[in-house]
């Protein structure tokens, strides 16, 4: 069978087969993961293959997808290797890696196949989802495709050095929006809006005015310039934000991540 096999049934996992139901895909789904609880919930809710046996489920792999933590990789890949050291040169696999921080060197020391790595958001489960991709120099054409394809499935896919890898990591998390959300309203709630009104606005100055930059043709720096007027509501709140080192904040929180990444790489 010519399957896509998720080794890991976690968040992200979750989240890519939930965006891959929505897109219709066809091709079969196997899920494998050491807690039983995950892959009856996942089983009962999208219909995937669900696979406690490790061997059995790398077995039936075309594309296996590496959906741990980064911790737990390279103890999974050892595991792995006896199976898929027997269908070298019979059924190559595509094996791409989830992992965030573990370089494609140190996955092809672990499992001598071809490695890509990609980097999938949780937003993929509603089809807007944005997932940068990596591939080392040779990786042949045809697997690159499908990889790309793959995760076309459930929203745009960028192809991004793996040396700029970690900092995109960092920085295109959904998180930055939730918590963003989540901050603003509680300030707003803070100041005299209930809690409804205070989300509906943050969502609004948040999502609306991204969209429209996304969907329009105008220059970031216009529509910044547009939207805080000289002396206006607008204008005194980015100014008091930035006076209390908001920018400095941002930037020391993604350096934070990229630190982490790092550490993940000599796991």
Not at 167 to 190: C, E, M, Q, R
Request: charged share 20%; with cysteine; aromatic share 6%.
């Amino acid at each position: 069978m010519k399957a896509v096999v998720f080794l890991g049934g976690g968040r992200i996992t979750g989240a890519l087969v939930a965006g891959l139901r929505r897109a219709k895909y066809q091709t079969p789904i196997v899920v494998h993961d050491r807690h039983p609880r995950k892959l009856r919930a996942l089983e009962q809710e999208f219909g995937i293959i669900a696979e406690p046996d490790l061997e059995r489920a790398a077995a039936q792999a075309h594309l296996l997808l590496i959906a741990v933590r980064p911790d737990s990789v390279a103890d999974l890949l050892t595991a792995v290797y006896p199976c898929l050291a027997r269908r070298a040169g019979r059924h190559p696999v595509i094996a791409c890696s989830l992992a965030a921080g573990i370089p494609l060197a140190r996955l092809r020391a672990r499992l001598p196949v071809a490695w890509a790595r990609a980097m999938p958001s949780p937003a993929c489960r509603s089809g807007s989802g944005l997932t940068a991709v990596t591939f080392p120099k040779g990786f042949p054409a045809r697997a690159r495709k499908e990889v790309v394809e793959f995760f076309r499935q459930v929203g745009p896919v960028l192809s991004i050095p793996e040396g700029r890898f970690d900092v995109f990591t960092a920085t295109y998390s959904s998180s930055h929006g939730y918590h963003a959300l989540s901050t603003l309203a509680d300030a707003a709630t803070k100041l005299g809006l209930d809690r409804k009104t205070a989300l509906v606005a943050a969502a609004h100055a948040l999502a609306d005015g991204i969209v429209a930059w996304r969907e329009g043709n105008v220059p970031l720096a216009k529509l910044l310039r547009e939207a805080a007027t000289p002396g206006g509501i607008a204008t005194a709140v980015t100014g008091a934000m930035e006076a209390a080192g908001h920018a400095r904040i941002v930037e020391r929180g993604l350096r934070a991540g990229v630190a982490r990444a790092r550490r993940n790489a000599r796991l």
